[in-house]
């Protein structure tokens, strides 16, 4: 076909191969890795539990390896995961699943990485770092649709370096210790965290939010139990001691409470992910059955800063109104409203 022709002269050479067959890629690949070359593999989200136990297999190969002095260093295993779960209006229920990563927390903490960009730029700095790194296991989460571009390069390649961070231009509590913090990882949670900031700046301007984005997952645990870690003193500036978290995930939220549970503020940490609620869904209507989107976030915000809980009944009614209208508007046209597909941050 006309449209294969640029794949299929680059197969030639051995630069690109393709089957659909994800175990034998991935066995293609750790050949390929031992003969001192570099590489990645790129598959769907939902089908790379295809290869967990070779995946298992290859991070017990690697942690062992580092006990062999006469082991050479070979460039890591890097695993593009995309054809996300947020991002399923045509395939449906039977793509959505990011438990993977589940999967991938269980093993050395020597070994494996986890990485979730929320746009391109942290996507290509990400990459950069995992095609240059050895003896890893690197997890990459990256959808293949149109996303929002929030950071430069320059920006982009700082904040992939520190791995965490709050985005200042999307924070308004400097200089004071904020109200609620949330908390974005993965591109479309990203997203709609960043919608229900605008949401709730708009209705409650006195409000003190500060916004965290991760992009290493492994930071969440504390540095004794994984390299990536972070101290608990700079765990507690960035999540605060006492002040409610709203954490939007890009896999199953029991996952960061798995990583986060020896914190000090984990009690207020509150996360929102996949929930096992899907279909062949909108991209809001699927968040909105799990509860990710910018309604449903805000709502829990209201629900949690004690001074919003009465203050905030009628921006909460519209919320709810909103979350109704907006399945309703899904169900009969098929597609989200323009100003949810077009949203983009105004603030």
């Known amino acids: 076909m006309p449209e294969d022709l640029d794949g299929s002269e680059l197969a030639t050479d051995g630069r690109v191969m393709e089957i659909l067959s994800e175990h034998t ?66 395939n449906g229920f039977t793509h959505q699943d990011p438990g993977f990563l589940d999967v991938v927390t269980n093993k050395s903490p020597e070994v494996v990485r986890i990485y979730l960009p929320p746009d391109a730029n942290t996507l290509l700095s990400v990459a950069d770092h995992c095609l240059q790194s050895t003896d890893y296991v690197n997890v990459i989460v990256a959808d293949k649709q149109n996303h929002l571009q929030f950071l430069d390069m320059q920006s982009a390649v700082q904040h992939c370096t520190k791995g965490i961070g709050i985005w200042d231009w999307a924070s308004n509590d400097h200089g004071y210790e904020p109200d609620v913090v949330l908390v974005g990882c993965g591109d479309v949670p990203t997203m709609e965290a960043l ?109 949690r800063v004690p001074k919003l809980r009465v203050a905030g009944a009628h921006v909460k009614e519209w919320l709810k109104n909103q979350i109704i209208e907006n399945h309703r508007y899904a169900y009969e046209h098929g597609v989200d409203k323009p100003e949810i597909t077009n949203w983009k941050w105004s603030l």
């Open 25 to 90: 890629l991935e066995g293609w690949l750790e050949g390929y890795l031992l003969t001192g070359r570099h590489g990645f593999f790129s598959t769907y989200e939902a089908f790379v539990h295809v290869i967990d136990s070779m995946v298992n297999q290859h991070a017990k190969w690697l942690e062992k390896c580092r006990e062999v002095t006469w082991r050479a260093p070979i460039a890591s295993l890097n695993l593009l995961i995309t054809s996300t779960v947020w991002r399923q209006d045509h």
């Open 195 to 303: 919608a229900a900031i605008e949401i709730l700046r708009h209705n409650f301007p006195e409000l003190k939010i500060r916004f965290i984005n991760v992009v290493d997952l492994f930071k969440l645990q504390p540095e004794s139990e994984h390299p990536h870690g972070m101290s608990d003193r700079d765990f507690d500036s960035l999540f605060t001691v006492d002040k409610p978290i709203i954490f939007n995930f890009h896999g199953y939220p029991w996952l960061i409470h798995k990583l986060a549970y020896r914190r000090t503020n984990h009690h207020n940490l509150h996360v929102r992910g996949y929930k096992e609620k899907g279909n062949i869904n909108t991209p809001l209507d699927l968040a909105m059955k799990n509860q990710i989107d910018r309604f449903n976030l805000s709502i829990d915000v209201i629900d």
